[in-house]
């Protein structure tokens, strides 16, 4: 009698242990359920407090993101977050990004601030949160000076190169020019593609292309603006409201020193010359004028 107690007690013991662990690993179940829905982003306490901003930007795009020749990046949306983390009080950590991958990487949280010449889209807007807009843009179309392209009626039969994740992209799938499409995922890439001759015409953002052209010789914009005029601003994660606002009450605080104007100055002028009046490009304030 007393083996058998002893069995029905450690039986029962174990049936105890099991369930034990039962609870404790449906536990740690929820709890890892609970961390992963965890929000993608940090807010601006937790930047300060980590000392460091995380920064997408473009290396390949001058002069509005790009690696200099001593590693260094360069550009108009960098000389913008140096003073954005200078105003934080941090440092910056740039992680370099291709057009197609700016919404994830901002969405996932891989990075604090979009800042890579991000045009401002319906479509972007469902994903990302934008802040206040400090550029102007619309589209344009670079070619050989040899074999301009004028219009749109020009691309028939041709190969137009384009950048994927971008709005050129987006335009050129909507709107069949009879051109054949040959897409890219860096800039650098189909830059060379347009230098290679393995494309008629190159289309991206108008500022990058007049500012392109006229660093390299043979080459023309014989289409200066293409569809709607748009806006560049910075990105966050959705309902990132801390960063968001931050942002944007630095954008508009920059407006009485006119920080963009010495932004285009420092880093835009040299590429445009005398061919576009900064007005047409620069916005402060976050007001399109």
């Given at each position: 009698m007393k083996k058998k107690f002893h069995f029905k007690k450690v039986t029962a013991l174990l049936l105890t242990a099991v369930a034990t662990v039962g609870i404790l690993a449906g536990c740690g179940s929820t709890t890892k359920k609970s961390s992963s829905s965890k929000t993608a982003y940090r807010t601006v306490d937790e930047i300060k407090k980590d000392g460091t901003l995380k920064v997408g930007v473009f290396s390949d795009k001058a002069p509005f993101g790009y690696v200099d020749d001593q590693g260094k990046y360069q550009g108009y949306d960098v000389y913008f977050a140096e003073r954005i983390a200078k105003d934080l009080g941090v440092k910056i950590e740039y992680t370099a990004v291709d057009p197609a991958s700016r919404v994830d990487y901002v969405a996932t949280g891989k990075v604090d601030l979009m800042l890579a010449n991000f045009t401002v889209t319906d479509e972007r807007a469902e994903k990302v949160d934008f802040a206040l807009p400090y550029m102007k843009v619309s589209l344009g179309v670079v070619s050989?000076?040899?074999?301009?392209?004028?219009?749109e009626a020009d691309l028939k039969g041709k190969t137009l190169i384009l950048a994927k994740g971008t709005t050129a992209e987006t335009y050129f799938t909507k709107n069949d020019t009879g051109a054949n499409l040959e897409k890219y995922d860096q800039y650098a890439d189909a830059y060379n593609a347009l230098l290679d001759g393995r494309g008629d015409a190159f289309s991206t953002d108008n500022t990058e292309v007049i500012a392109w052209a006229n660093q390299n010789k043979g080459f023309t914009v014989g289409i200066t603006s293409l569809g709607d005029v748009d806006?560049?601003?910075?990105?966050?994660?959705?309902?990132?409201?801390?960063?968001?606002?931050?942002?944007?009450?630095?954008?508009?605080?920059?407006?009485?020193?006119?920080?963009?104007?010495?932004?285009?100055?420092?880093?835009?002028?040299?590429?445009?010359?005398?061919?576009i009046n900064p007005d047409d490009l620069v916005v402060e304030g976050g007001k399109v004028e």
């Amino acid at each position: 009698m007393k083996k058998k107690f002893h069995f029905k007690k450690v039986t029962a013991l174990l049936l105890t242990a099991v369930a034990t662990v039962g609870i404790l690993a449906g536990c740690g179940s929820t709890t890892k359920k609970s961390s992963s829905s965890k929000t993608a982003y940090r807010t601006v306490d937790e930047i300060k407090k980590d000392g460091t901003l995380k920064v997408g930007v473009f290396s390949d795009k001058a002069p509005f993101g790009y690696v200099d020749d001593q590693g260094k990046y360069q550009g108009y949306d960098v000389y913008f977050a140096e003073r954005i983390a200078k105003d934080l009080g941090v440092k910056i950590e740039y992680t370099a990004v291709d057009p197609a991958s700016r919404v994830d990487y901002v969405a996932t949280g891989k990075v604090d601030l979009m800042l890579a010449n991000f045009t401002v889209t319906d479509e972007r807007a469902e994903k990302v949160d934008f802040a206040l807009p400090y550029m102007k843009v619309s589209l344009g179309v670079v070619s050989p000076s040899s074999a301009p392209i004028k219009s749109e009626a020009d691309l028939k039969g041709k190969t137009l190169i384009l950048a994927k994740g971008t709005t050129a992209e987006t335009y050129f799938t909507k709107n069949d020019t009879g051109a054949n499409l040959e897409k890219y995922d860096q800039y650098a890439d189909a830059y060379n593609a347009l230098l290679d001759g393995r494309g008629d015409a190159f289309s991206t953002d108008n500022t990058e292309v007049i500012a392109w052209a006229n660093q390299n010789k043979g080459f023309t914009v014989g289409i200066t603006s293409l569809g709607d005029v748009d806006t560049i601003a910075p990105a966050v994660a959705k309902g990132n409201k801390t960063l968001l606002d931050w942002i944007n009450k630095e954008i508009t605080s920059l407006a009485d020193e006119q920080f963009f104007h010495a932004d285009y100055d420092a880093t835009l002028k040299n590429f445009y010359g005398a061919d576009i009046n900064p007005d047409d490009l620069v916005v402060e304030g976050g007001k399109v004028e």
